[in-house]
């Protein structure tokens, strides 16, 4: 038996086996000797020569024609072994622990309700209504609004006001810049909610339905519509839109078109709602700038033709306008935010138009936002261009007053001071003790989240009432005390925004949602039976914002009865901004830069040199 090894020179060593005699050992190496003396040496043969003292032995491994070390080869296969049995370990771990995904945490209550609350437009239009409407229980209705002969022969579409089918441009383009305005502050909030889209289509589908109102494309007008359809309180037979209790899918009444030639709070209010929206859309090139000219002929006809829209006529009984200089200081606001052009905020900041709406002189309803007052919400517009761009004269000295007013109104809000009680739920009276108190209620949320996120934006901690100083947060608890209360931590336990939480109103003052969708017409009178019905509403408003309850709590969930379960869609709009303000992510503040887009650098001019000093 012989063993094998490998020869320094790359040929087989043949080694006898202990068998084998000492005379054959002997020969075998001589004649090995011989052949290796005959062959040149190269490094690796003269450093084997030199024996075990110079040069350590090594032992190798033959891999066919690969020779490895030993070591080598072992410590690469005891890694291989290894590299698998922990793979494999690691896979059996992630197989058999629980996985926990990462998601992000439930929507907050008023994220739920913001999705719901702006469901209730949808079920407020007009018109031929999208595809993606989304209210099942809603279709096509009043498609022959307008008047064949006449400049406004197509004025389908916009929306119902609230549980009849008048259509008031007054309210209507009140709620339209209330929503534009929460967008350009709050868009990545309306993202972050899934709802960003749907306020916009909300929004360009009242602004459409404007722009058919008016001689969009010309610079010069004589008149605009005022409103569609008719209600009567007067007790008689005739049928209009308050006497007839049907679905508006099937009115068949005549429904007339009110035009005014002197409505000077009416086309200010519409031209507000333009403009804002021109922000909104400023994306949309072609679009922003349609608003924007229509915005500034409804503002120069708002300036020729004074007057108010109400004065004379049916809407002073729902929607009584009283006076127009709020809302030259409001539509010029807007009008500078979205053209960038100074006179517009000249106007906006002289002290006489200031002192007209009433600026200065304060009342029972200084600070209240309304559709029909907007002083506070012009003041607070105003007070942010002096906090973020600082125009310096000769707008700061008006425009201190208006953020000193401002902080005064905010400062009327708060439980400390007594200029507006409070039921003992906790819901402040800003309307002192009037039926419908929730549209005030939430326009003041509003007002007063987004005037702490100003302060906050600008890196201001607080204000003054007087010697006190408050917390920018305190603004923020006011808000969300008033709008829990509308949510349902009241003393009925009763969410007044239908469709949110399990106990909700549900005998709302509304025809399209208390007469069932059953292929039945019921005309004028007959859908009274619907009207008087003590059942439930079969259609479910959701999103929907009643009236609200009385200065002591006290709710009725009665359809009859309009004050306390009649939604409306200014009311909804501050409901929406409202809640879109206090949604979300706490550290989310305002957009600080979308609205001044328009706005040119700001270079202050000096003010005039002192008079020069006489002994």
């Known amino acids: 038996m012989s063993m094998y090894g490998r020869d320094p020179w790359g040929g087989p060593l043949e080694i006898a086996a202990d068998s084998a005699t000492d005379d ?25 020569l030199l024996g075990p003292g110079e040069q350590k032995k090594k032992k190798y491994v033959d891999l066919g024609c690969i020779i490895v070390s030993r070591k080598i080869f072992v410590w690469t296969v005891g890694t291989i072994l290894a590299a698998g049995l922990l793979a494999g370990f690691i896979t059996l771990i992630v197989k058999t622990v629980p996985r926990h995904h990462h998601r992000p945490p439930p929507p907050d209550n008023y994220t739920l309700a913001l999705n719901k609350a702006l469901m209730f437009f949808n079920a407020q239009r007009s018109g031929r209504l999208p595809k993606h409407n989304n209210v099942s229980w809603r279709g096509n209705s009043c498609l022959k609004d307008g008047e064949p002969d006449s400049l406004f022969k197509d004025l389908s579409g916009g929306y119902y006001d609230a549980g009849d089918a008048i259509k008031f441009n007054f309210p209507q383009s009140f709620a339209m810049t209330m929503l534009s305005w929460s967008v350009i502050e709050y868009s990545a909030k309306y993202e972050a ?83 804002s929206a021109s922000i909104v859309f400023k994306d949309n090139k072609a679009y922003s700038q349609k608003l924007v000219h229509g915005a500034k002929t409804l503002f120069k006809f708002s300036r020729d033709q004074r007057g108010r829209y109400s004065s004379g006529n049916k809407a002073s009984m729902f929607y009584n306008s009283t006076g127009y200089w709020d809302e030259f200081v409001w539509g010029a606001t807007w009008l500078y935010y979205a053209t960038g052009n100074n006179s517009y905020l000249q106007l906006a900041t002289t002290p006489g138009i200031a002192k007209h709406a009433g600026a200065f002189w304060g009342g029972p309803f200084y600070g209240v936002l309304s559709w029909d007052n907007k002083l506070a919400g012009a003041q607070v517009l105003l ?62 949320a509003f007002l007063a989240t ?118 409306t869609l200014a009311g909804n709009a501050g409901l929406v901004a409202a809640l879109v303000a206090l949604s979300g992510d706490t550290t989310v503040g305002i957009d600080k830069n979308t609205i001044f887009s328009a706005v040119p650098p700001m270079f202050p001019t000096p003010p005039p040199p002192p008079a020069p000093w006489k002994p």
């Not at 050992?25 to 084997?48: C, H, I, K």
């Not at 259609?539 to 359809?559: C, E, K, L, Q, S």
Request: some cysteine.
């Open 450 to 567: 987004l005037f702490s996120d100003y302060m906050k934006a600008a890196d201001t901690p607080g204000w003054y009432c007087g010697p006190r100083f408050y917390s920018t947060d305190v603004l923020r608890e006011f808000a969300e005390t008033q709008m829990n209360y509308i949510l349902g931590k009241n003393p009925r336990k009763m969410s007044y925004v239908v469709g949110f939480g399990n106990h909700y109103p549900k005998h709302v003052h509304h025809r399209g949602a208390s007469i069932p969708k059953n292929k039945i017409k019921y005309n004028c009178k007959g859908g009274w039976k619907w009207r008087d019905s003590k059942k439930p509403n079969p259609n479910t408003i959701v999103g929907a914002m009643v009236a609200g309850p009385d200065r002591r709590d006290g709710f009725r969930d009665v359809r009859t009865n309009y004050n306390y379960t009649e939604p």
């Open 193 to 275: 909610a899934g709802e960003l889209n749907h306020v916009k289509d909300v929004i360009k589908w009242g602004t459409d339905y404007f722009l058919k109102t008016f001689n969009h494309t010309a610079d010069s007008i004589d008149r605009i519509v005022a409103q569609v359809g008719q209600g009567d309180t007067s007790g008689g037979t005739e049928p209009n839109d308050h006497y007839c209790w049907m679905r508006p899918e099937d009115i068949d009444y005549a429904r007339p078109v009110t035009e005014c030639n002197s409505c000077s709070d009416l086309a200010a209010e519409m031209a507000a709602a333009l403009a």
């Open 24 to 48: 054959d050992r002997s020969r075998n190496l001589q004649d090995y000797d011989r052949a290796a003396l005959s062959r040149p040496l190269d490094e690796t043969q003269q450093s084997w």
């Open 383 to 444: 007070s942010r261009l002096r906090l973020f761009l600082s125009p310096g004269y000769p707008y700061e000295e008006i425009l201190s007053t208006f953020h000193n007013q401002t902080s005064i109104f905010m400062c009327s809000f708060l439980p400390y001071y007594t200029s507006f009680n409070r039921t003992r739920g906790g819901m402040i009276q800003l309307n002192h003790g009037a039926p419908q108190p929730l549209q005030y209620v939430v326009n003041a």
